[in-house]
Nanobody
Framework: QVQLVESGGGLVQPGGSLRLSCAAS????????MAWFRQAPGKEREFVGA????????NYANSVKGRFTISRDYAKNTVPLQMNSLKPDDTAVYYC??????????????????WGQGTHVTVSS
């Protein structure tokens, strides 16, 4: 129902910043939760954060809280992920995901039915 496309990945040095973007299209977007996940080589997919399509208070994983910010860019119809103070452990493929909002945010990948193809983020000197 929802089509997602991530962009903005690349190489950045530790301590630097990067801004990812998730472009969404489809039906009933105002009733969806939008989430970011990441997956490093050899590790399971990890919840990063989520926000409703209509905006509001986002939810973050403890590993990124205070460094990452999820928001809504209404002019561009996207969900940006602003990443600051990046660390080598942040290196991963970052995915955008969507699910119907049921009143709470899920940190489980199986709760999300729509996924983008991912964008690579490498934090290295």
């Amino acid at each position: 129902q929802v089509q997602l496309v991530e962009s903005g990945g690349g190489l950045v040095q530790p301590g630097g910043s990067l801004r990812l973007s998730c472009a969404a299209s489809g039906r009933t977007l105002s009733r969806y939760a939008m989430a970011w996940f990441r997956q490093a080589p050899g590790k399971e997919r990890e919840f990063v954060g989520a926000i409703t399509w209509s905006g509001g208070v986002p939810n973050y994983a403890n590993s990124v809280k205070g460094r990452f910010t999820i928001s809504r860019d209404y002019a561009k119809n996207t969900v940006p992920l602003q990443m600051n103070s990046l660390k080598p452990d942040d290196t991963a493929v970052y995915y955008c995901a969507a699910a119907e909002f049921k009143g709470w945010f899920s940190d489980s990948a199986m709760s999300y039915g729509s996924w983008g193809q991912g964008t690579h983020v490498t934090v290295s000197s």
